[in-house]
Nanobody, 123 residues
Framework: DVQLVESGGDSVQAGGSLRLSCAAS????????MGWFRQAPGKEREWVAG????????YYADSAAGRFYISQTNAGRTTSMTMRMLAPEDTAIYYC?????????????????WGQGTQVTVS
């Protein structure tokens, strides 16, 4: 089984930055995607960013491109996302996610495993 644990969520002022981290453990086989999703109150969960552990190719939602940066090390065992120029609309619970091998990292439906979430509040 794959277990994902997020950390780094906090309350920040608009214009500030945060770095989220995800620690993955359990059974992994093959090359796969790591990603980040978020869900704001009253809204559906949305895909934010993804990265392919084979070559570090990164993908971003339009809302994140240019401000958020995803990275991974140790075949996805540690995945980070640096968020810059945060705005109130970025307030959400942020979830780390992982795919099975052979998935497309820019598709929300690729992700099968989820962390518990970490709260980001921007005021």
């Amino acid at each position: 089984d794959v277990q994902l644990v997020e950390s780094g969520g906090d309350s920040v002022q608009a214009g500030g930055s945060l770095r989220l981290s995800c620690a993955a453990s359990g059974y992994f086989q093959g090359i796969y995607c790591m990603g980040w999703f978020r869900q704001a109150p009253g809204k559906e969960r949305e895909w934010v960013a993804g990265i392919y552990t084979g070559d570090n190719q990164a993908y971003y939602a339009d809302s994140a491109a240019g401000r958020f940066y995803i990275s991974q090390t140790n075949a996805g065992r540690t995945t980070s996302m640096t968020m810059r120029m945060l705005a109130p609309e970025d307030t959400a619970i942020y979830y780390c996610a992982a795919s099975d091998p052979g998935a497309y990292c820019d598709r929300s439906g690729s992700y099968a495993y989820w962390g518990q979430g970490t709260q980001v509040t921007v005021s």
